[in-house]
């Protein structure tokens, strides 16, 4: 998980950033962005934040990248990189968990379920896949919000979408594409340039710092519910 900042304070890149504010961008697993304003609320510090090709639903994610397709393309070279990264940090992991077992993990979730969960306190690995899926935790967000998904992303299946949840919030847009799989959303016969997820990205981030008020007034947020 990770997330990248796009406009830190006193940035001087363009005119379009501000001077005290930040915009978040989460990709890929970067469900931690969204975890985070969730917590945090008016207090992240944060105008706006964009996720593109989040996992909604941990548990979801996992089953999807066990299904046998995505487990020959995916999920095994992921828990091989794990392996590595577990191998690469081996005398001190050691003290706390048995390296030889979790080498053993054949999925994900088994990596998860032998580490992961354990490393981070949890009872159980559906614990902390239930901790860690933002999608039911979307309603107690507080800032701008535009996530974009395509259908066929085997990291986040359709049926995880929080479409219902989504509905309800009018400062949280759900971009959905037919296309576009997992952070991919190449246009074009011949894809080369800008494509879609970066034009979107562009005009989101213009858009926030550009006309605040008017973002603003579209999500029902108030200035006072900012400075609460």
């Not at 609320?41 to 105008?47: A, D, H, I, Y």
């Not at 580490?115 to 935790?137: E, H, I, Q, V, W």
């Amino acid at each position: 998980m990770c997330f990248t900042p796009l406009a830190r304070p006193h940035a001087t890149v363009t005119d379009v950033w501000s001077s005290t504010t930040e915009v978040l961008e989460g990709r890929s697993c970067c469900m931690v962005l969204l975890n985070y304003l969730a917590r945090k609320r008016t207090e992240s510090g944060l105008v706006a934040g964009i996720t593109i090709s989040v996992p909604w639903d941990a548990l979801k994610f996992s089953s999807s990248m066990e299904e046998p397709l995505n487990w020959l393309l995916f999920n095994r070279h992921i828990t091989k990189s794990l392996h590595q990264i577990l191998n690469r940090h081996r005398k001190i992991l050691e003290k706390v968990v048995d390296v030889d077992y979790v080498l053993k993990a054949r999925t994900i979730r088994e990596f998860d379920e032998r580490f992961t969960s354990l490393m981070f306190g949890y009872n159980s690995c559906m614990d902390y896949y239930r901790d860690a899926s933002p999608g039911k935790k979307l309603p107690n967000t507080a800032v701008p919000i535009l996530c974009l998904n395509a259908a066929d992303d085997p990291f986040s299946p359709q049926s995880a979408f929080p479409v219902s949840i989504v509905q309800d919030l009018p400062h949280v847009a759900l971009v959905l594409t037919a296309h576009g799989g997992h952070i991919a959303f190449l246009q074009g016969f011949f894809p080369r340039g800008e494509n879609y997820m970066e034009r979107l990205f562009g005009q989101f981030v213009h858009a926030v710092f550009e006309h605040p008020k008017e973002i603003k007034q579209a999500c029902g947020i108030r200035e006072e519910q900012m400075k609460d």
